[in-house]
Nanobody, 125 residues
Framework: VQLQASGGGLVQPGGSLRLSCVAS????????AGWFRQAPGKEREFVAA????????YDPDSAKGRFTISRDNSKNTVYLQMNSLKPEDTAVYYC???????????????????WGHGTMVTVSS
């Protein structure tokens, strides 16, 4: 699976953004899609994941209550709606696909097989 993320940009604190991740390749087979982020000088961290059937998992500290992950399998696209953005949300956001563990949503980046190039989100006034 090849992935292309988009939708990043500059937003003020409290604002919203919706990231998109379009998949190509073996998209006819189920896979788990995840969003990760990496802030300057920090390690890549898990944000959210979604199963083929729509089950979701969120990082409780960074995403739960503010971010919503969704997918449209007919469009081979996964979304991350981000609301109430904070300066600490500033990071490069990556989408990823796990084609192996289709029934387990891993939070470990090493478990994901394919990665997009990332899209930059900057939250600043």
């Amino acid at each position: 699976v090849q992935l292309q993320a988009s939708g990043g940009g500059l937003v003020q604190p409290g604002g919203s953004l919706r990231l998109s991740c379009v998949a190509s390749g073996r998209t006819f087979r189920p896979y788990i899609a995840g969003w990760f982020r990496q802030a300057p000088g920090k390690e890549r961290e898990f944000v959210a994941a979604i199963e083929w059937s729509g089950g979701m998992r969120y990082d409780p500290d960074s995403a739960k209550g503010r971010f919503t992950i969704s997918r449209d399998n007919s469009k081979n696209t996964v979304y991350l709606q981000m609301n109430s953005l904070k300066p600490e949300d500033t990071a490069v956001y990556y989408c990823a696909a796990d084609v192996t563990r289709i029934a387990t949503m891993s939070v470990a980046s090493d478990d994901y097989d394919s990665w997009g190039h990332g899209t930059m989100v900057t939250v600043s006034s």
